[in-house]
């Protein structure tokens, strides 16, 4: 069987959200809600040429006869020698690479949106949208200091809020107690309007409604966070991530938060800002009183009904409106916690349409709770949209504009729900921190442009577990709004990538724009590398799409591309006349040395994925199989194998998910079923894998056939490097200035190797000097 007809049996689906789709019909918007609708190849690839366990194709092909571009249909020349490379180069120079050749320019003026309902206005409240897109509310771990905003902050909201209707600030605490985290805003303390009336004008600026989330995390706040044992309705622990019970709260004390939300919108109105969404949802406290789990109280805010317990909820509503009639008040609810014994559907709809009678103008409809799966950020396999059946439910109940929210990335997908009519809006998180031009590129009809959120979390939401300030994967940006733009470079470099996967792709995209003369080879015969990999196993094949917009980009801004070209050595770059060397080749698994491999079939990770024979010249995988690691790339590759309908085994010296964030380690596992162990495998043998614990003891992990997916190593020619090994780059034996970047300096994640490309690129010339 080759990989891809194991793929095609896939019978085990683990993951169930979400449930069945219902559809809504509809193709205009209602107007009561103010709104005024405008109208594998079978060929070898060359990668394989190092790899292949059993089979090594050949690049002569590649080499000799070049191979034709993906990205635009031209020939290149591949590097049958430099000669024809370099009369490849004089050719492709006139298309500019300094600007866009004519012809490639992308924009162009439109007279209408390209997507009509989304750039159609709305109105919340007191306030008219300009459009339908808001900038979902997202903590950043930076830029607030006591509660109160830094340039930092100030500089990452205006970049975010550009082009949106409306902007919400991150989780902003009405209370001491209520804090999730440490770097966010207060609302509690007197001088808080002042303090924070320089984000609402930063928001502003842009031509953005400022709106700021109150909120208070009850018994999913961490004490190390507050200093003291959280509180809640009742003494029941979270599901997750907070390990301890919660203190219950005394009526008294229910009163008073009560009465700190109310505060909070003054504050909020005196700071400035045009709307307020109050947190009701992803098992933060109002949550917490709605739902029978974690609401025993046998006060006036509990009760048996889900209308009892929204009391609490009613009566902060009413107290931000009371306090602050001129905010434009937006609820976020949960139309599901998505958990077995939290709040379903039909007890959203009777909470939502509670809320819209105290006072609410809209909601913001999101999901699930700190142990929910999908969690409240869809992840990995949770669709595009996968909040909006949810959202549109909530919208058939209510009278009110609904946002719907989640992993909205497209502005296609925007548009379509508009018109299925199942929001009236939408909330974009990480979209925006993918790519801050999100709304223009939308707005102009340049939506290939935009660049795609990865959904791993890995650089947001998987950092803040662990209290650390969020970036983006594929947005290093984030987070360095107040670094000053780069200048273009004085005096151009020639600067040589040679390696197309991301680190690669982003080091060719970001020389090009500082202004340098970029060539950029690949050995296969399309850009991507470790991203097609990856993309192959269930949930990441959306990294495709990364790819595609590095291709478009690297188009765009000139950048020479000489597909199915092997650099491996110094006469490859005898004739030409690089400044500059990149090193992007990658890594791959180098297999530990074990006795017994004979006894069973065994691929390496990029063997099986890329559909090549095991070690035995087999090509079936025979159940069970053991996944030797317990990184990310094995636990995908695992639930590749699973969702074959193989059983699956995990045996790691390392803690299981060792490089990935607690976010991405917890979908895996809860697609996974999968038995993981920790140890060295010792030996294989035809029963298994045997294997060692930290105590010595030896076990064997029943097996018929095995997957190597660790230990990773760099894969950078030896005959390229700086000479003396030099880290941080030097002359190699040919003399060009080189550094090595990505995997192929040390084997990380994606988002790392994006980083570093884009900081060792900056400064190049530095390394000039
Ligand atoms: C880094 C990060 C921080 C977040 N912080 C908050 C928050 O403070 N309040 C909130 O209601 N949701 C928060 N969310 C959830 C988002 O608002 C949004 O509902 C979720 O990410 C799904 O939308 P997306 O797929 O467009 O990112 C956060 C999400 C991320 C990625
Ligand atoms: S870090 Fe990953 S999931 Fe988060 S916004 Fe960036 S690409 Fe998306």
Request: glycine share 12%.
């Amino acid at each position: 069987m080759t990989a891809s007809s194991v793929s095609q049996r896939t019978s085990s689906v683990i993951h169930e959200y979400p449930p069945s789709s219902r559809t809504t019909s509809g193709n205009a918007l209602p107007t009561h809600r103010g709104a005024t609708p405008a109208s594998s190849s079978a060929e070898p690839t060359a990668s394989g040429h190092r790899s292949g366990t059993t089979t090594r194709p050949t690049l002569t092909a590649a080499r000799t006869a070049g191979r034709q571009s993906t990205l635009s249909g031209r020939w290149i020349p591949a590097f049958a020698g430099m000669t024809k490379w370099r009369a490849g180069m004089t050719r492709l120079r006139g298309r500019g690479r300094r600007g866009p050749a004519p012809g490639h320019i992308h924009c162009r003026v439109v007279s209408e949106p390209a997507y009509p309902l989304l750039f159609s206005p709305l109105r919340v409240g007191g306030l008219e949208l300009r459009n339908r897109i808001t900038l979902s509310a997202m903590t950043t771990g930076f830029g607030f200091s006591e509660g109160a905003p830094e340039a930092e902050a100030l500089a990452y909201y205006r970049a975010r809020s550009r082009g949106t209707a409306l902007a919400t600030v991150g989780f902003s605490a009405v209370a001491p107690e209520g804090r999730v985290e440490n770097a966010i805003a207060w609302l509690w303390p007197e001088g808080a309007a002042e303090a924070l009336a320089p984000l609402a004008e930063a928001i502003a600026s842009v031509g953005a409604h400022p709106c700021i989330q109150l909120g208070h995390g009850g018994r999913q706040v961490s004490p190390d966070v507050i200093g003291e044992t959280p509180t809640a309705p009742s003494a029941v622990r979270a599901g997750a991530h907070v390990r301890i019970a919660p203190r219950p709260l005394r009526l008294g004390e229910v009163e008073e938060i009560v009465v700190a939300f109310g505060r909070a919108a003054e504050r909020a109105v005196g700071s400035g800002f045009a709307a307020v969404e109050i947190h009701g949802g992803h098992g933060y406290l109002i949550q917490q009183f709605l739902a029978a789990e974690s609401n025993r109280r046998t006060d006036r805010f509990g009760g048996n009904s889900v209308v009892e317990r929204s009391r609490f909820g009613c009566e902060v509503i009413e107290a931000v409106r009371k306090a602050a009639p001129e905010l434009a008040v937006v609820v976020r609810i949960n139309g599901s916690d998505l958990v077995p014994d939290g709040l379903q559907v039909s007890d959203a709809l009777v909470a939502a349409e509670r809320f819209a009678e105290a006072g609410a103008d809209a909601f913001v409809v999101s999901a699930g709770v700190y142990g929910s799966v999908p969690w409240t950020i869809p992840l990995l396999d949770d669709p595009e949209g996968a909040f909006l059946d949810l959202a549109a439910e909530v919208r058939r109940n209510v009278d009110v504009p609904v946002i719907g929210v989640g992993r909205i990335t497209a502005p296609e997908s925007a548009e379509d729900a508009l018109r299925a009519g199942r929001c009236d809006a939408v909330g974009l998180g990480r979209a925006l921190l993918a790519d801050e031009d999100w709304v223009a590129k939308a707005r102009d009809g340049r939506s290939e442009r935009i660049r795609p959120c990865i959904a791993t979390v890995e650089g947001c939401a998987g950092r803040l577990q662990y209290g650390e300030a969020i970036s983006c994967s594929v947005n290093p940006g984030v987070g360095r709004e107040t670094s000053p733009p780069l200048e273009r470079a004085e005096v151009p470099g020639r600067v040589l990538v040679v390696g197309g996967g991301p680190a690669g792709m982003e080091a060719a995209r970001r020389a090009a724009q500082l202004g340098h003369d970029v060539r950029l080879a690949e050995r296969a015969d399309r850009l991507g590398g470790a991203l097609h990999l990856a993309a192959a196993t269930p949930g990441l094949g959306h990294l495709t799409r990364l790819a595609g917009w590095y291709e478009g980009e690297l188009e765009r801004l000139g950048v020479t591309m000489s597909l199915g070209s092997e650099v491996g050595g110094a006469e490859d770059l005898a004739g030409f006349p690089a400044d500059y060397l990149v090193l992007a080749t990658g890594a791959r698994t180098a297999p530990e040395v074990l006795d017994g491999y004979e006894h069973l079939p065994a691929w390496t990770l990029e063997d099986l994925l890329e559909g090549r024979a095991s070690s035995h010249g087999t090509w079936h995988l025979i159940d069970p199989v053991v996944v030797l690691g317990g990184g990310g790339r094995a636990l995908a590759t695992a639930l590749w194998c699973r969702r074959g309908g193989y059983r699956v085994s995990l045996l790691s010296a390392e803690r299981i998910g060792h490089d990935t964030s607690g976010l991405a380690r917890r979908a895996y596992l809860s697609r996974l079923a999968a038995t993981a162990v920790r140890g060295r495998a010792s030996r294989i043998t035809e029963a298994g894998v045997e294997w060692l614990d930290e105590t010595g003891d030896r076990s064997v992990l029943p097996a018929r056939s095995v997957v190597v997916a660790e230990p990773l190593r760099p894969d950078a020619p030896a005959a390229l490097a700086p000479r003396g090994g030099q880290h941080d780059g030097g002359p190699n034996a040919a003399g060009v200035h080189t550094v090595r970047i990505g995997d192929a300096r040390s084997p990380r994640t994606i988002g790392d190797a994006i980083a570093e490309a884009r900081q060792v690129v900056e400064a190049l010339p530095a390394l000039a000097g």
